[in-house]
């Protein structure tokens, strides 16, 4: 498997307009590939996974921060962009931006009060915020419409066609995959990405050497939260129906496994762990009742077999291949003395 992903990666740095060109005509034409609506339901929850994972990514895999409650942000873009257009008849393509905005501005307040945690404190701060928020959706009738849920949600309307098949909807979640990749790779090569790289890799040394790592932390989660909230608002319209049993707890373990599946630190990492996790959904639906425990069990056995995730580096931490270096390094200093 090493050898595969590393010969796809040399062709990719190699002929980099051509591979982009050949994978954007394929994922243009899978409309046209697989017609029915069904398979089309299932790409389309691909990519929406695959941009909630990816903005996890962020946070739990380039500043070494561990967010579990991420559901929480999905919870607050859906929500916004659901009372903001049947209340207020806001435009979906203006939502998108101040979902994300609101998604951004919660994790702002979840990071503050937390900058000095991390590991498993920060994990249980962020999975008790977002439990506070789903009981927030549940109990507000108000303004969420409590159990019963918020119905009906305008579809996106595009030049004047009304935006309501699965097939259309692909559209929409492909160009936020596509956007979201293509800004966080340019971010990731920025002064704020390698803050990020130099915060996960030792956060000490980073401060040492001047890094605002306080700040640098924050605007690590504000952005992964953006995106989550940017997914919700594109998720409420697509179902036209939301309430709070949407965003469990369940639902954001759910998330993290593709993360940790397909590899933390890496843009496509999660895109495959999306794959993987969804298409192992469909196959266990007939005991759905079953699904954790699948996703338990594989979890486990990446551990075993492939610690850094499908495209996680050989050479990573997670994988060993560091500390096996270190190791070899010290035991040929002492052959020589």
């Not at 500043?63 to 962009?81: P, V, W």
């Not at 501005?105 to 977002?130: E, H, M, N, Q, R």
């Not at 496994?257 to 999660?270: E, F, H, Q």
């Not at 993987?276 to 075993?304: D, F, G, H």
């Amino acid at each position: 498997m090493n050898e595969l992903f590393s010969k796809i990666k040399i062709f990719y740095e190699k002929h980099k307009l051509i591979s982009f060109g050949i994978g954007l005509a394929l994922l243009l034409a899978i409309p046209a590939l697989f017609p029915k609506s069904y398979i089309m339901g299932i790409i389309d929850r691909i990519l929406l996974y695959a941009l909630l994972a990816g903005g996890l990514n962020v946070i739990n895999g380039y500043s070494s921060q561990f967010c579990i409650g991420y559901a929480a942000f999905y919870c607050i873009g859906a929500y916004t962009e659901a009372i903001m257009s049947l209340r207020l008849n806001f435009n979906f393509w203006i939502l998108l931006p101040i979902s994300g905005i609101f998604a951004a501005t919660a994790g702002l307040l979840v990071c503050l009060p937390t900058l000095k945690l991390k590991g498993k404190y920060l994990s249980i701060v962020t999975l008790g915020f977002s439990e506070i928020i789903r009981l927030i959706a549940l109990n507000w009738s108000g303004l969420t419409g409590g159990p019963m849920g918020l119905k009906g949600i305008p579809v996106p309307n595009f030049f004047g066609i009304k935006i309501k098949s699965s097939i259309s909807y692909y559209y929409i979640f492909l160009g936020l995959v596509i956007i979201f990749l293509f800004a966080t790779s340019r971010v990731i090569k920025s002064k704020i990405g390698r803050a990020w790289l130099s915060i996960r890799e030792d956060e000490l040394a980073a401060r040492s050497l001047g890094v605002e790592t306080s700040k640098y932390k924050a605007l690590n989660f504000m952005y992964g939260a953006f995106w989550a909230g940017v997914a919700g608002a594109a998720y409420a319209p697509y179902t036209r129906y939301i309430d709070s049993t949407f965003f469990t707890l369940d639902e954001g373990f759910n998330i993290l496994s593709m993360v940790i599946i397909g590899g933390m630190g890496t843009l496509i990492g999660p895109v495959a762990g999306s794959i993987v996790v969804n298409l192992l959904t469909e196959l266990l639906r007939p005991i759905s009742e079953y699904r954790m425990v699948a996703y338990a069990i594989l979890i486990i056995v990446m551990m075993w077999l492939r610690p850094q995730g499908l495209f996680g580096a050989s050479n990573s931490i997670l994988s060993g291949g560091k500390i096996k270096k270190k190791e070899e390094r010290r035991k040929k200093k002492e052959v020589v003395v």
